[in-house]
Structure formats: structure tokens, C-alpha cells
């Protein structure tokens, strides 16, 4: 873990409000110089505490309208068979987000679709037949309550 101090958290919570601040307009916002502020930016993309900077596309805007869950049961549990199944999931674009899981389910995916005849699609034609998966189970989403990537920088200690 990296050590920040309370300047270091006020950046990180205004990068993640909006990630295209200036430097003037971030020292405003931590009072701090900008210069101050460019230097202290620098330092944490370098550490690597700022990942990247990225547009927040409008996903339903562009005729993405279904979202799933889909859970992944796997045929064997092997370390060849997992890499078989992690290799397949990047090659799928539609999958935004992948999780190894406890529980019932070995996987978690998140998939992001125009409409449900392509989750049938990915399914039927990706999922289904690829020799590393036994079970799928897909949920599709109906309302988003909450979707944020923000961390919950008020539990991190200034060091």
C-alpha cells in the first residue's frame, strides 16, 4: 500500500469526479498550487493510484440496451481448464467485467448487449458449447439502482 496524505485523497476524489481537471482548476479544488498539484498528479499516476483516464460512454445512447449476469460453471476444475475459459472471456468484447467467484458458480460475468437476441447469440454459440464450461446461468437486468467506479475514499487514512 502506498502512503497519501489528506492533499494526495482531496486530488484522488476530485479526479474521480471529473478526470479531465486542469491543474489550476484541481488546485482550486485541494488548495494547493497548480504546480503543486501537477507534481503530486504525476507522482500518483507513477505509483499508480491513478490507473488511467478514460470517457464514461452512454452506453444506451449507442444501442446498448441489455445488460447481464451470467454465471459460469465449469466442466473441470483444472488449471488448464480455467486458463481455457479466462482465455475465452477476452476474447469476447461484449463481457466488460469478469470475476472468479466462490460459492456455486465459478465465474461472473458481466455482459453488455444491443438487444437479447445477441445475449441469446453469446450463449448459445460462445458459452455453451466451449469445452471448459458445463453451466450457464444469465440474468438480465432490468432497472440499475446505483453504478458507480468510485472508491470510497473516506476509508483510506492519510499517512
Known sequence: MIDVDGFDLKMLAALQDDG???N???ADAVGLSA????RRR?????DGLIAGYH??????RLGFNVVAFVHITLATHSPDN???FRDLVRRVDDV???YSLTGDADYLLKIILRDLKSLSDIVNNVLMPHPSVA???SSIVLDCLKATTKLPLRNVRAG
Open 20 to 22: 479531465r481537471l486542469t
Open 24 to 26: 489550476q482548476q484541481l
Open 35 to 38: 504546480s503543486q498539484c501537477s
Open 42 to 46: 504525476t507522482r500518483l499516476e507513477e
Open 55 to 60: 470517457a464514461d460512454l452512454a452506453a444506451e
Open 82 to 84: 480455467a486458463k481455457h
Open 96 to 98: 466488460q467485467e469478469a
Open 135 to 137: 453451466h450457464v446461468r
